[in-house]
């Protein structure tokens, strides 16, 4: 007694008459979009697998190993087989091209750069890569800027920027070595930090020559360190209002003559000292 297949099964199965391997690609790509059979599937995978190596050949130089690329060139290449549509009459690499050089991009923008660029700027920069390592391939030796520009019809500006991109998306540890050296110190030693001490030193060495006296330092730091007002200031000094006023700015204009390091402008001076001057 003959076995039957269920109405799944007989779906899934492919059309027996003619061996799978012996049909054309068109054949089976229409065969597939009609029954949707993973064995299929698999032959068409099989089949046009050399293009998504290829086109992830595109990126061997890059930071992922080459396995890591076909893995996601082969992604695409099923998302291109199961997206395809016979009838539209588009042949099927023009289809699956684009499809599979998406998802290594996708890949590379989602996975691998560390710093996100603009999109458009992602665009450009994996356009002049690829195009880099054709022409590098095609003369020999790594094209300028503008054979790259001339190949991508672009100008030589946005070559130039896209390859400035191309390096700053790409970061280093701080414990790498800055150069290939064996006694090569880590890049964070080299780095240096804000020393906070020369400013000290200089406000120390200003306030020396200011030359205030111990009543003008005392109304300064009331004022601006305990944050008193004149009027307080004077109650705990025993002294008026007005004198603190005197007393401060008096003590500014000193600070600020030396820190000008010559004679302020006249309207920064006490009252008493633009009449002494007049005078």
């Not at 920069?125 to 300028?144: H, I, K, Q």
């Not at 130039?160 to 064996?182: G, I, N």
């Not at 240096?192 to 109304?219: F, N, Q």
Request: glycine share 8%.
């Amino acid at each position: 007694m003959t076995a039957t297949l269920s109405g799944r099964d007989a779906e899934k199965s492919p059309p027996t008459g003619r061996s799978i391997g012996l049909e054309d690609e068109g054949e089976l790509l229409r065969r597939y979009a009609d029954t949707r059979c993973p064995e299929l599937r698999d032959e068409l995978v099989n089949r046009f697998m050399p293009l998504a190596r290829s086109l992830a050949m595109r990126y061997r130089r890059r930071s992922e190993s080459l396995d890591d690329l076909i893995q996601v060139a082969s992604l695409g290449l099923i998302k291109a087989i199961d997206g395809y549509d016979p009838g539209r009459g588009r042949p099927f690499t023009a289809y699956a091209v684009p499809t599979v050089l998406g998802e290594l991009r996708r890949h590379f923008r989602d996975h691998v750069w560390n710093i996100r660029l603009p999109r458009g700027l992602q665009e450009l920069t994996m356009s002049v890569d690829e195009a880099t390592n054709s022409l590098t391939e095609e003369l020999g030796r790594v094209p300028s800027a503008a054979e790259i520009g001339e190949r991508l019809e672009i100008s030589t500006e946005d070559v130039l920027e896209a390859l400035e991109a191309s390096h700053a998306r790409r970061t280093m540890s701080l414990d790498a070595p800055r150069v290939a050296e064996e006694d090569a110190v880590p890049t964070v030693e080299t780095i240096g930090s804000a020393e906070g001490g020369y400013e000290r030193v200089e406000a120390d060495l200003t306030a020396e020559r200011a030359g205030l006296d111990d009543r003008e330092w005392e109304v300064l730091r009331l004022r601006f360190v305990d944050e008193l007002t004149q009027r307080e200031i004077g109650r705990r000094l025993g002294v008026s209002q007005m004198q603190i006023s005197r007393i401060s700015r008096a003590a500014l204009w000193k600070l600020l003559n030396a820190v000008r390091g010559g004679e302020p402008h006249p309207a920064a001076a006490p009252a008493s000292a633009r009449r002494a001057k007049r005078s």
